[in-house]
């Protein structure tokens, strides 16, 4: 590192057309331009990266170990002080991190509004939880006596991240580890570099003590090294069921010891959404849009199977395709260049990824689905065919349960439509997939949507809307989904593990509770 680098998040990144990226380990910033990263709506290189090795693992890993130390030893007041006011920097550069994330991740403007907003409430809600009850721990009263049970920090924990919501999984996993006192290692995805840096240096700003947060950048391998290291305690991934897969055979250990690392999985889906005949039509279109097209169809908890009841099928696509018309046909600044207040959908995230949600259009098509809206390339006006990559939304209608599309996570605009005619039977086939990350439901009927509700086997369900995550409720999978919780109080247990102390209160000298007879060399 030769140059001195200015700080991400004081860049004006709306006017930058490139940024420097880099490892931010022990609050010192590293570059190497290792790997090209690019403006997925433009396809200009954006910065480049660090591969971090092993030289640069075992750096992260000494600092956090060091400065998670110091963290937990401070008041959980300081603790709760720092990370506020970490959510109030973040706030007064709100736009500078906003063109970063659209820049970075091709999404639109409005959504990473949303997203930036949702982190500043998710880091600053853990604030609030750094000192109260939801982190300490408890006492039991045992006569003369009492046990004390201790919430203690992990200690070192590594965090792995998508390229889909870059700076909301970077909080959504530094809130609850920083709060609980321990020290967090983040590895990005190579796609989306940038916003984690910005939350690195907001916090160092703050004043979290140094090595408690620090960013390694890479690919698989960078991840597997982390997965690998014997000092990490516990690893909060979220990605692919494959490579969620790969992680659990790779922390496995020798065979000889149980792996004392710990892991929750944040996985893909295929999540249902049921439109019940009783169902106001127009919420339930805008219902099912909501819960397919956000960040270009790439939102692991989409319902992207659409069952619809047999009375309201062919009504509910009329309407469907009707709104698609009106938001993406007659309106040619639908799709295009997400730094535009005027854009709704933005850029595909890569060429391949394109590619790949195109073949799965192709695939439908090929196995009898009906293409009513899009599955096309877009071309939007003032970029070029060189530029980006973007997609038109595809909705299929006659879809059956085992074809291709209604089986495998796309991870793109790819909305199924399928009939059904009774409650049981769509509860069936909805359950019937690997997957268990969320569901909903339309209706107007409570008690159906109760019953519903807790037939569906998944981590998140919602009830006349889509993709709700607010920071208070925990979101997690099941079944192929993964296991563990990103927000809300639960979390709080995945980056904690409890200690027991039991006090003899009466005297050391006349133990009470030595009720054993051996100590006094009487045998019974
Ligand atoms: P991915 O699994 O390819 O990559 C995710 C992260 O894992 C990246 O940072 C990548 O560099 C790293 N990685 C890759 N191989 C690794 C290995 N062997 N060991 C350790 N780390 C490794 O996923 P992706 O394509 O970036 O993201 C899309 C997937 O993420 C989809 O399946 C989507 O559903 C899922 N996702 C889930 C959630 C959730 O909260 N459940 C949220 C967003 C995305």
Redesign the pocket.
Known sequence: MSKTLTSLIHVNAKKALYFDAYNYINDQKILRNDIPVYNPATHEILCHIPDSKEDDIKLAVESAIKGQKFWFSKSCDERRDIMYKTGDILQTNYDNIVYAEVKDSGKPIWEAKMDVTASIDCIKYFAGLANTNAITGQYINMGENYAFVRREPIGVVAA??????PLL?AT?KSGPALASGNALIF?????TPLTSLMLAEAFTEAGLPTGCFNVVQ???????L??KHPSIGKIS????????S??VK?ISGDGLFVPAKRLT?????KSPLIVFGDAPLEMAVKTAMMANFLTQG????NGTRVFVHDSVYNRFIELLVAKMNQNFISNPQGIGDPTLDTTLIGATITSE?AKKVMSYIEKGKEEGAKLVFGGYRVHPPGLTSKNGHFLMPAIFSECTDDMTICKE?I?GSVMCLLKFKEEGEVIERANNTYFG?SGGICTKDISLAHRVSSAIQCGTFNVNTFNMYPVQIP???IKG??YGH?CGLQSIEHYTQWKSVYVDATSADNPSSMFCPYFDGLIP
């Open positions: 792995i991240g998508v390229w889909n919501f999984t959504w590895k990005p995805s190579p796609l890479g690919g698989a391998q960078t991840g597997s982390l997965c991934f979220t990605g692919s069921a494959t490579t969620g790969a992680i790779n999985l944040e996985l893909g889906g790439a939102t692991c908890s990824h996570e991870f990350l979101f997690g999978g989904s993964g990103e």
